[in-house]
């Protein structure tokens, strides 16, 4: 047993959390993670009310521990807030707020059904504005995490956020796969960890297996941090860029972003024909530099208990060397 004050804030018995990735996880993988003890985030982003009612109350069917519903805040409309509260998960997780968003003005609305915050930053400034608008758990996001991330390194990243919010559990996302980065990040000061390709490559994550095997062969070099598939898609995603697998679609349009600009409408095409087809060579790819750590596709749940039974002997074990 690992207890921290994320799990006693959250309710849970293992510091293990799965991130609330969009189109990455489902009611399984979200019920999984909680049934082995761990906090299972179904991400909402991009979903209408009536998905997120019904993938709430699909997880319900499978799981009576606690979970997380989220949405990435710069997209989220009020329709898609409101059912994310009105499903009433135990955690509202949120992200990449715009600088004039209303945090508090949210925040004070989750408490109000019931839930606690997670919010997740990529700075320190981001961290005392989700602390000053009421959040209950910081997740600490470094750049090494697949999708959309910032550029501090979590290894830095997590001790500046915890000194500077000492009151306030903090979660260290972004490079962390077993339990070494647990233990890790329980040093760095954190109060668990949360993961996001790892549980990718489960046979519970909705992505095609052909995804799941680039993460399963990639040794972790060969992802990068760019604009394009923000250009492609025409989102402004305030601060962040995006970590994805170097395949030959990004490998075609580096250096010619100006050109992507342009012809975003037919490439956004392509890569929704891409996406259909399961074709990863031309599919934007979010993964994490973890893909190095990641041999094979597991259960949720085998990944949680592994996760927690390596970081517990590593955290007793440890011995001054000769
Ligand atoms: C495919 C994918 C989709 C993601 N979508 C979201 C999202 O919708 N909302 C969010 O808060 N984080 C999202 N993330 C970030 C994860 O929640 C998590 O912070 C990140 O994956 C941690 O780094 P790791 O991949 O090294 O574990 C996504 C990550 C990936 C890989």
Same mark, same amino acid.
């Given at each position: 047993m690992l207890k921290t004050r994320a799990t006693t804030r959250l309710g849970v018995t293992h510091p293990v959390i799965l991130g609330g990735m969009g189109a990455g996880t489902s009611p399984a993988l979200v019920a999984a993670v909680s049934n082995a003890g761990g906090l299972g985030i179904q991400g909402c982003a991009g979903r209408t009310p009536e998905e997120i009612a019904r993938l709430a109350e699909t997880i319900r069917g499978l799981t009576e521990r606690p979970f997380g519903l989220n949405l990435l805040l710069f997209l989220a409309d009020e329709a898609a807030v409101a059912a994310v509260l009105t499903a009433r998960p135990t955690v509202l997780s949120t992200a990449w707020a $715009?600088? =004039?968003?209303d945090l508090a003005g949210l925040f004070a609305r989750a408490h109000d059904a019931g839930a606690l915050v997670m919010h997740m930053v990529s700075t320190v400034a981001e961290a005392h504005r989700a602390a000053a608008a009421g959040a209950d758990v910081i997740v600490a996001q $470094? =750049? *090494?995490?697949? $999708?959309h991330v910032g550029l501090m390194g979590t290894m830095v990243l997590v001790p500046m956020v915890a000194r500077a919010l000492p009151n306030l559990p903090v979660l260290a996302a972004g490079g962390v796969a077993d339990g070494a980065g647990l233990a890790a990040a329980l040093m760095l000061g954190a109060d668990g960890v949360l993961l996001g390709t790892r549980f990718l /490559? =489960? @046979? *519970? /994550? @909705?992505? @095609?297996a052909s995804y799941k095997q680039v993460i399963v062969e990639?040794? $972790?070099?060969n992802t990068l941090v760019t604009e394009i598939p923000d250009i492609a898609s025409g989102n402004v995603w305030p601060g962040a860029y995006a970590r994805v697998e170097r395949n030959r679609f990004v490998e075609r349009w580096l250096g010619r972003e100006g050109e992507l600009r342009y012809r975003q409408a037919e490439v956004a095409a392509h890569l929704r024909q891409a996406r259909a087809t399961g074709d990863v060579s031309e599919a934007i790819l979010y993964t994490g530099q973890t893909a190095g750590l990641i041999d094979a596709v597991e259960p949720a749940a085998t990944i949680v208990e592994r996760v927690v039974a390596e970081a517990t002997a590593l955290l007793r074990g440890w011995q001054e060397q000769a």
């Amino acid at each position: 047993m690992l207890k921290t004050r994320a799990t006693t804030r959250l309710g849970v018995t293992h510091p293990v959390i799965l991130g609330g990735m969009g189109a990455g996880t489902s009611p399984a993988l979200v019920a999984a993670v909680s049934n082995a003890g761990g906090l299972g985030i179904q991400g909402c982003a991009g979903r209408t009310p009536e998905e997120i009612a019904r993938l709430a109350e699909t997880i319900r069917g499978l799981t009576e521990r606690p979970f997380g519903l989220n949405l990435l805040l710069f997209l989220a409309d009020e329709a898609a807030v409101a059912a994310v509260l009105t499903a009433r998960p135990t955690v509202l997780s949120t992200a990449w707020a $715009g600088p =004039t968003y209303d945090l508090a003005g949210l925040f004070a609305r989750a408490h109000d059904a019931g839930a606690l915050v997670m919010h997740m930053v990529s700075t320190v400034a981001e961290a005392h504005r989700a602390a000053a608008a009421g959040a209950d758990v910081i997740v600490a996001q $470094g =750049t *090494e995490g697949g $999708g959309h991330v910032g550029l501090m390194g979590t290894m830095v990243l997590v001790p500046m956020v915890a000194r500077a919010l000492p009151n306030l559990p903090v979660l260290a996302a972004g490079g962390v796969a077993d339990g070494a980065g647990l233990a890790a990040a329980l040093m760095l000061g954190a109060d668990g960890v949360l993961l996001g390709t790892r549980f990718l /490559a =489960t @046979p *519970e /994550a @909705p992505l @095609p297996a052909s995804y799941k095997q680039v993460i399963v062969e990639s040794d $972790g070099h060969n992802t990068l941090v760019t604009e394009i598939p923000d250009i492609a898609s025409g989102n402004v995603w305030p601060g962040a860029y995006a970590r994805v697998e170097r395949n030959r679609f990004v490998e075609r349009w580096l250096g010619r972003e100006g050109e992507l600009r342009y012809r975003q409408a037919e490439v956004a095409a392509h890569l929704r024909q891409a996406r259909a087809t399961g074709d990863v060579s031309e599919a934007i790819l979010y993964t994490g530099q973890t893909a190095g750590l990641i041999d094979a596709v597991e259960p949720a749940a085998t990944i949680v208990e592994r996760v927690v039974a390596e970081a517990t002997a590593l955290l007793r074990g440890w011995q001054e060397q000769a």
